[in-house]
Structure formats: C-alpha cells, structure tokens
C-alpha cells in the first residue's frame, strides 16, 4: 500500500504561484511514476502533469510552461510548482502514485481556487 498525503492548495490570485506538495509513504519501493490530476466542478478528472522515478516528465498542454512537476526522492515528494496560474486552473488537485505493476493511488486532494 501507498499513502499520498498533498499540501499546499488555496487561493492565489491570477498570474501568482503555488507550490503543492505530496507525500509519499508506505511501499515507496514500489512507485514508479507519481502525477497530478485535477478535477474541476462538472468536469471529468484530467491529468496535469506527472514524472518517473528516473525524472521523465509529461505536461497536459494547457500547464506547458507555467507548471512544473518534480520530486524529491531522498524525501519520497513531488512538488508541483504553478507558476501564472488562471482562473481556469481552479480546481481539486490529485496526487496520483502508479506502481511497477501498475496500480494505482491516490491522495485525498488538495482544492485550488485561482482568482481573476
């Protein structure tokens, strides 16, 4: 088993930053790759970023640039760093840990709320 523990949701103005944090403890060995994924009111959850053990990164278009994902191995975390977020960002933040043999863990979330 895998616990995610996320931090660092709020409010943040328009073009601002904010750093989430996420926890990782438990069968640590086992993760291969930790993401995060967002979910806004209605909408469906989407990922937003997500990086591999061996430091390989994925963005979804729409945070290429303004976010940046990276983790901390010796401290079991990944950060996600919003840089210029907008109003549209504004959402539940997920952080996801995927094993070797591919199962799946999630955090409890952790709400952003951008104001223009």
């Known amino acids: 088993q895998v616990q995610l523990v996320e931090s660092g949701g709020g409010l943040v103005q328009a073009g601002g930053s904010l750093r989430l944090s996420c926890a990782a403890s438990?069968?640590?060995?086992?993760?291969?790759?930790m993401g995060w994924y967002r979910q806004a009111p209605g909408k469906s959850r989407e990922l937003v970023a997500a990086?591999?053990?061996?430091?390989?990164?994925n963005y979804a278009d729409s945070v290429k640039g303004r976010f940046t994902i990276s983790r901390d191995n010796a401290k079991n975390t990944v950060y996600l760093q919003m840089n210029s977020p907008k109003p549209e960002d504004t959402a539940v933040y997920y952080c996801?840990?995927?094993?070797?043999?591919?199962?799946?863990?999630w955090g409890q979330g952790t709400r952003v709320t951008v104001s223009s």
């Open positions: 438990g069968s640590i060995f086992s993760i291969n790759a």
């Open positions: 996801n840990a995927e094993t070797r043999i591919g199962r799946l863990f």
């Open positions: 990086i591999t053990r061996a430091g390989s990164t």
